[in-house]
């Protein structure tokens, strides 16, 4: 059987049509957006959200990934 990586499931989803991927980044972006306000008027790049049962890791400004909460342990 032939594996299948993330990245090509992503992109077969975007490209068929199977799943709008501008709008869920759209929603993404808007579900952080009251934690990433309040980063930019303390003035820090770079923080994580723990919501939702998941870890969202923001560098920078812009979110680069999505673990488990206990996949890294708090800085």
Known sequence: M?????????RFLERSGALDV???????ANSLARASR??????????EIVADGLRYVVR????VTVTPPERF???
């Open 2 to 10: 032939i594996h299948v990586t993330d990245h090509a499931l992503v």
């Open 38 to 47: 309040a980063a930019q008027r303390v003035g820090i790049d770079d923080y």
């Open 22 to 28: 501008e709008a869920v980044r759209q929603a993404l």
């Open 60 to 63: 920078e400004g812009i979110l």
């Open 73 to 75: 342990p708090p800085r």
